[in-house]
T-cell receptor
Framework: GQQLNQSPQSMFIQEGEDVSMNCTSS?????WLWYKQEPGEGPVLLIA?????ELTSNGRLTAQFGITRKDSFLNISASIPSDVGIYFC?????????????FGKGTKLTVNP | EAQVTQNPRYLITVTGKKLTVTCSQN?????MSWYRQDPGLGLRQIYY???????DKGDVPEGYKVSRKEKRNFPLILESPSPNQTSLYFC?????????FGSGTRLTVV
């Protein structure tokens, strides 16, 4: 099945540092979504992007929908310990004749106080 | 509160013993889907449903069945579970583009 290339796989940073992660694909998507998953819980939607070139913020989080519609990035500024978790990108598009949501493999973020 | 509810949260079973994981949503969403999450493999789609009585295979459907007799419920059925189905399972629902996930079911097949 189709998957997105998400990088990096993991990050270990100090509290206060900025974080950047991205996703790329060979397929075009109509929507890019960024999720955060905390231990023992399901993914929770952070940011949704609906138009190529769109830049959207949610507090300290900023995400952009790539102009080619094949990539997206997520930035977290001034990280804090509660940012710890696994971040997933997801692309929604028409694949194999039907609309599908495809996930990246995740970026595991560790924040040292 | 708008949510997707899965049960059970944890399940340990033996090979070959049929089991059902239930999923229910209270948001009147047409679309529902099941994913499994495995280390290093991310979230992979098992089955999805566009609406009542409409289901289709995802990327890893082998060994699973689903049904959608009502809009709110989308149970995942393992007729004869095997150890390679040990995983973390998530149900999700959507009306448009934002997917809401349940809290997960951790299944161990011994």
């Amino acid at each position: 099945g189709q998957q997105l290339n998400q990088s990096p796989q993991s990050m270990f940073i100090q509290e206060g540092e900025d974080v950047s992660m991205n996703c790329t694909s060979s397929s075009i998507f109509n929507t890019w979504l960024w999720y955060k998953q905390e231990p023992g819980e399901g993914p929770v939607l952070l940011i949704a992007l609906y138009k190529a070139g769109e830049l959207t913020s949610n507090g300290r989080l900023t995400a952009q929908f790539g102009i080619t519609r094949k990539d997206s990035f997520l930035n977290i500024s001034a990280s804090i310990p509660s940012d710890v978790g696994i971040y997933f990108c997801a692309g929604l598009g028409r694949l194999g004749g039907s609309e599908k949501l495809v996930f990246g493999k995740g970026t595991k973020l560790t924040v040292n106080p | 509160e708008a949510q997707v509810t899965q049960n059970p949260r944890y399940l340990i079973t033996v090979t070959g013993k049929k089991l059902t994981v239930t999923c229910s949503q209270n948001m009147n969403h047409e679309y529902m889907s099941w994913y499994r999450q495995d280390p290093g493999l991310g979230l992979r789609q098992i089955y999805y449903s566009m609406n009542v009585e409409v289901t289709d295979k995802g990327d890893v459907p082998e060994g699973y069945k689903v049904s959608r007799k009502e809009k709110r419920n989308f149970p995942l059925i393992l007729e004869s579970p095997s150890p390679n189905q040990t995983s973390l399972y998530f149900c999700a629902s959507s009306r448009g583009q934002g997917y809401t996930f349940g809290s997960g079911t951790r299944l161990t097949v011994v």
